[in-house]
């Protein structure tokens, strides 16, 4: 069956830490992955997409996200967490249509 | 800017009254889409059109209903909202083709139903 897994619901780091947002995927070939950002009571914003190429793609805010296929995993990352990036990021896969995994709560301490 | 925008940002029904939520985009996509997603949970897809074909998924109840009277306009109509049905609404759009799985999302609708 065909699925995105986000293993980590909420995750806390301190402004200024590294950040690594996990992301595994089930399907029958590579599909498309994107990983999205959302605000409380806002849409969903891009971060990053994987089509084909370059497994590690650079995204906007400073975002990056790593494609391991024989881990079947598209991991978001960021070198320093700033106060802004708290929010809830879904990683989603797709291929024909599109899936969101169930997304991971980021909360930054100052 | 190229956009997709959706009427209103907060709605409030009452229980067994229809509502019709709004969206429209400046992006000329040929896919809009309409999602669910209720308080800390993934986007759920409603349905979708390609250009005027609809595409309701399985488990879509037969409450919701959609329109699309245009390439730029798409509603999305509940007959009868349950209590059940507070959420929020998104609406997105891709153009079709290698790429088309790139979706752009609007604001959202949350609705509330008393």
């Known amino acids: 069956a065909q699925s995105v897994t986000q293993p980590d619901i909420h995750i806390t780091v301190s402004e200024g830490a590294s950040l690594e947002l996990r992301c595994n995927y089930s399907?029958?070939?590579?599909?498309?992955l994107f990983w999205y950002v959302q605000s409380p009571g806002q849409g969903l914003q891009l971060l990053l997409k994987?089509?084909?190429?370059?497994?590690l793609v650079q995204g906007i805010k400073g975002f990056e996200a790593e494609f391991k296929r024989s881990q079947s995993s598209f991991n978001l990352r960021k070198p320093s967490v700033h106060w802004s990036d708290a929010a809830e990021y879904f990683c989603a896969v797709g291929w024909g249509d599109m899936r969101f995994g169930a997304g991971t709560r980021l909360t930054v301490k100052p | 800017d190229a956009m997709v925008i959706q009427n209103p940002r907060y709605q409030v029904t009452q229980f067994g009254k229809p509502v019709t939520l709004s969206c429209s985009q400046t992006?000329?996509?040929?896919?809009m889409y309409w999602y669910q997603q209720k308080s800390s949970q993934a986007p759920k897809l409603l349905f979708h059109y390609y250009d005027k074909d609809f595409n309701n998924e399985a488990d879509t109840p037969d409450n919701f209903q959609s329109r699309r009277p245009n390439t730029s306009f798409c509603f999305l109509d509940i007959r009868s909202p349950g209590l059940g049905d507070a959420a929020m609404y998104l609406c997105?759009?891709?153009?079709?083709?290698?790429?088309?799985?790139?979706?752009?999302f609007g604001p959202g609708t949350r609705l509330t139903v008393l």
């Open positions: 992006l000329n996509h040929n896919v």
């Open positions: 994987y089509f084909s190429g370059d497994t």
């Open positions: 997105a759009t891709s153009t079709a083709g290698e790429r088309h799985n790139e979706q752009f």
């Open positions: 399907y029958g070939a590579t599909p498309y």
